[in-house]
């Protein structure tokens, strides 16, 4: 089980590591932060030419560089969440094998480090609303709790992938291709309404599904789709439990297998 009162005791470590990620991320670039803006705003406008322009993609009445852009403020902080937490065990390795601390901590600060590109690349979707057209409403207001929904779903697979990249280092090759993949079975570029009615709750054991869709609804004023967030919620914390669980069973073993 997670011991809360131990990563509690640990606060201070947590956040020197989320400040070491911070400034490691962006440490010998030109644009440095710059890039927390440019690659969603690429990714947003080579789907925009591709599915919007050329595929004809529907998106559900709204102008397509916003609907998609959108989805991509969680998706691209929950791929960047799961691909630097997945190897930051082996990537701290020195660490692990010299000091004890709760190494749940190490995945964790890793994915508090790209709160910061969100919070940047959230102020460019503003600024495209306003540019289209898109009006503000109150559901604005369910942003912060969503994306507590998206940390919380990171950490799950993020912690699971870090612990099985430690005795496997195949998923050092497997996780890029899982998160390419799993981004086609998630409503980024399209909407949940382009899939028949009767077999859409499959999408919605996707975790993402249901928090991108809420994202989307939150942004752009659309109404919140409660029944598909639940069942995405709920798998989510099935996928918490289980990358939580094997974490700390495995945690001891850590140092001598790194």
Known sequence: MLNWRELWAYRE????????DIKVRYKQTVLGAGWAIIRPLLTMIIFSVVFGQFAKMPSDGFPY???????????TFFA??????????????????KV?????????????????????STGVLLGMMLWFGVGFTWHLLAAPLLLIGVVFTALGVGTLLSALTVAY????????FLVQIWMYITPVIYPVSLVPEKWQWLLYVNPMTGLIEAF????????????????????AVVVFAIGVAYFERVERRFADII
């Open 216 to 235: 989307r609804s939150a942004f752009l004023g659309k109404s919140f789709d409660l029944p598909g967030i639940a069942i995405s919620l709920s798998v």
């Open 100 to 120: 004890y601390f709760p190494r749940l901590i190490i995945p964790l600060s890793s994915i508090g480090a790209g709160l910061i590109d969100l919070a940047i």
């Open 80 to 97: 960047a969440a799961i691909s630097t937490s997945g190897q930051s065990l082996v990537g701290s390795a020195n660490l692990v094998s």
């Open 65 to 75: 560089p916003v609907f998609v852009y959108a989805a991509l403020l969680p998706w």
């Open 13 to 20: 470590l947590l956040w020197v590591l989320t400040a070491r």
């Open 169 to 176: 280092r195949d998923f050092t090759h497997l996780t890029p």
